[in-house]
């Protein structure tokens, strides 16, 4: 058997590798993290908002940190488009009265500082980090992963692969254990970045998401169901606005690059932003990227595995995108934990096969926030508006979606969430209060 260079290789520095190396490295595993790009992060989709969830329910060293975070966000505001107005507005989701000033419902972070951030942390735990190199290829043998060949031709050998390549998926289909998504799953986004004065975006954002809705005749944003809505999300002193297309729909193959082009110069005359945005912004970039939101709404996708000989997934490459909201970065924190749990468990028990790193399938099923964040048909149902031409109806599922009765479908997942940590740790709940007012103090 040939000598081996690592016990763990994690292949991407996005939002999950780096979770997974540092909880690796403090095991005592000798771990190496593999990023194509010249800085963590940089391949990442630009900015996001991540959930409070996720810092609740994962690592608490990023709970209990202070990383490179934007803005709180304290709730949404869904605005309703006909003939290029706004014509009503939905903004029943939103923490109540003086509790904004404590409590918020997620943050924005801008994905290059923050993965930076995680992935010093992962250096200080003992990782080691190389990047502008890319895995291009596994190396096999008797069908297990034992290893990863760089785009510079060095075959770099370990015991066990944690892939976080996100959705290209490329090692685990050259490992034969996945397929390429689906493109009815996955959306490419167009995605611009505006530089605003802080003082603008606090008088006119505040701290708030705006989405923007229409029926498909206002051709403003892609096919309801399907991209479904413009997102405008606040930062410190910069805006970020989202349009998205799936890479399918029921008509074919569009010509994606040229759509999303259109979908924004239309948006650009509605009122509200003619009026509030385009006179305060300045244009700073123009950003690509795909996102796997619908891969555990298809059965075919959601039972491909998570993981085979030598090799565990996480994030987007295990296809644990949010299906509604189009978040994956808390499942990837996740994931990130578990399947490190697992790598450790597999090498002290000097068994990395099939079978014993299903516990890390079992463990994703039983987690109490990632089965109901897959499946949640919540986005996709907005088709039904689109195939009925019903605005009230439309408007109804926004509401159920985005409004306040999103609380409805996110209650009783986040409760176990809840219930399961305070049972490990009874203190828990003054930590959180403790994270929600630092996390106020230093970013509001």
Same mark, same amino acid.
Request: hydrophobic share 40%.
């Given at each position: 058997?040939s000598?081996v ?15 997974a ?8 595993l ?10 963590p ?24 940190g ?35 000033n ?18 010093e ?23 297990a ?12 050998r370990?015991?066990?692969?944690i ?120 244009? %700073? ?5 795909t996102? &796997?939101?619908?891969?555990?709404? @298809?059965?075919? $996708? *959601?039972?491909? =595995? ?18 509604a ?51 949640d ?27 306040? %009765? ?6 009783? &997942?986040?409760?176990?969430?809840? @219930?399961?940590? $305070? *049972?490990?740790? =009874?203190?828990?709940?003054?930590n ?13």
């Amino acid at each position: 058997m040939s000598a081996v260079d690592y016990d763990v290789i994690v292949v991407g520095a996005g939002f999950g590798g780096p979770v997974a190396a540092k909880r690796c490295a403090e095991a005592g595993l000798s771990t190496l993290i593999l990023e194509r790009a010249s800085t963590p992060g940089q391949k990442v989709i630009s900015s996001c908002t991540i959930p409070f969830y996720g810092f609740l329910f994962g690592p608490q060293w990023i709970r209990d940190g202070d990383p490179p975070i934007e803005r709180p966000i304290t709730g949404i505001r869904n605005f309703f488009v006909r003939d290029g107005k706004v014509y009503a507005t939905d903004n029943s989701f939103r923490v109540p009265g003086p509790l904004a000033n404590r409590l918020a419902i997620g943050y924005t972070v801008y994905c290059r500082p923050f993965c930076t951030w995680l992935a010093e942390r992962a250096v200080e735990a003992g990782a080691e980090l190389r990047t502008s190199v890319a895995a291009v290829d596994v190396i096999m043998e008797s069908g297990a992963v034992k290893g990863v060949v760089t785009d510079g031709g060095e075959e770099l050998r370990c015991r066990l692969l944690i892939d976080a390549e996100g959705v290209q998926n490329i090692l685990a289909r050259k490992a034969g254990i996945r397929k390429t998504y689906r493109p009815e799953a996955v959306e490419l986004c167009l995605l611009y970045d505006f530089k605003m004065a802080k003082e603008d975006i606090d008088r006119i954002c505040g701290y708030q998401i705006e989405y923007y809705w229409a029926m498909p005749e206002e051709k403003i944003i892609a096919p309801l169901g399907e991209g479904s809505a413009v997102y405008i999300f606040p930062y410190r002193e910069s805006i970020h606005m989202t349009i998205g297309r799936f890479l399918k729909g029921e008509e074919g193959v569009p010509v994606l690059a040229k759509e999303l082009d259109a979908y924004y110069r239309r948006f650009f005359q509605v009122d509200r932003w003619r009026e509030m945005y385009a006179p305060r912004t300045e244009l %700073r970039a123009r950003i690509w990227d795909t996102c &796997p939101i619908y891969a555990g709404l @298809y059965q075919d $996708m *959601r039972s491909m =595995p998570t993981f085979g000989d030598g090799v565990l997934l996480i994030g987007d490459a295990a296809g644990l995108e949010a299906a509604a909201i189009a978040d994956g970065v808390p499942s990837a924190w996740f994931s990130a934990e578990m399947a490190a749990e697992t790598a450790i468990e597999a090498l002290r028990a000097g068994d990395t096969g099939a079978s014993f790193l299903s516990r890390y399938q079992r463990r994703l099923e039983e987690h109490p926030l990632i089965p109901a964040l897959i499946s949640d048909t919540h986005r996709r149902d907005l088709a039904w508006a689109r195939w009925s031409g019903d605005e009230a109806e439309m408007r109804r599922r926004v509401n159920q979606g985005w409004g306040i %009765r999103l609380m409805g479908h996110l209650a009783l &997942p986040v409760l176990r969430a809840v @219930y399961r940590e $305070m *049972r490990r740790d =009874p203190r828990v709940l003054k930590n959180w209060l403790d994270m929600f007012n630092r996390y106020h103090r230093l970013y509001a």
